[in-house]
């Protein structure tokens, strides 16, 4: 079955720093792989996704991800932090013999202290 | 708009009652899906409705049991649950392609006494 593996629980950054969540995937076959968050008490917001193409992939609110297929990776990245970008980070694929079911990683708690 | 809708945003139930959890969404696509969340955990993948449709059903217990009505409606009728069947159930909606896009929505937090 395709799986992702998010190998960090809690990533701290200070505001104005680059941030990284990473995310390495297994899978047969081509990937399909998504970036959520999630606030406190609420669902999960998309944030971006690689279908194919580009391996730089450009999402919301100022994140993006770079696919390596060599390093079978999927990091999310932003240039700048801010103290709102504080949140659970999901990495999750679907396709091949996982069809629908998107498969998520066990998520990533990104602090981001002032 | 990628806006889906789930009522009630909370609810507490005793093991013997019988509620539903509704699910909506206007943006015409063909896939709806419920997973259930517990807390600081990943989100679990019930059941996946395709065309109105059960096309997946991830041996989620009886109790559980879904309802699509239409194209935009997604139920989940709930009936003598067990405590540990606390979490956030989350609906989500798609385009009916692998590859599409799963948007969700805000949840239902559910309390079982």
């Known amino acids: 079955a395709q799986s992702v593996a998010q190998p960090e629980d809690q990533v701290n950054v200070a505001e104005g720093n680059p941030l990284t969540v990473k995310c390495t995937y297994s899978?047969?076959?081509?990937?399909?792989l998504f970036w959520y968050v999630q606030y406190p008490n609420r669902g999960l917001q998309f944030l971006l996704k690689?279908?194919?193409?580009?391996?730089l992939v450009k999402g919301s609110y100022g994140f993006e991800a770079e696919f390596n297929k060599s390093q079978t990776s999927f990091h999310l990245k932003k240039p700048s932090a801010l103290v709102s970008d504080s949140a659970l980070y999901f990495c999750?694929?679907?396709?091949?013999?996982?069809?629908?079911?998107?498969?998520f990683g066990k998520g990533t708690s990104l602090l981001v202290t002032p | 708009d990628t806006e889906v809708t789930q009522t009630p945003k909370h609810l507490v139930m005793g093991m013997t009652n019988k509620k539903s959890l509704k699910c909506e969404q206007h943006?015409?696509?063909?896939?709806m899906y419920w997973y259930k969340q517990k807390a600081k955990k990943p989100p679990e993948l019930m059941f996946v409705?395709?065309?109105?449709?059960?096309?997946i059903n991830e041996s989620v217990p009886s109790r559980f049991s879904p309802e699509c009505p239409n194209s935009s409606l997604l139920n989940l009728h709930l009936h003598a649950l067990q405590p540990e069947d606390s979490a956030l159930y989350l609906c989500?909606?798609?385009?009916?392609?692998?590859?599409?896009?799963?948007?969700f929505g805000p949840g239902t937090r559910l309390l079982v006494l």
């Open positions: 989500a909606s798609s385009q009916d392609r692998v590859q599409e896009t799963q948007y």
């Open positions: 899978v047969s076959g081509n990937p399909y």
């Open positions: 690689y279908i194919t193409g580009d391996n």
């Open positions: 999750a694929v679907n396709g091949g013999n996982s069809g629908y079911a998107l498969n």
């Open positions: 943006m015409g696509h063909r896939a």
């Open positions: 409705y395709s065309y109105e449709k059960l096309s």
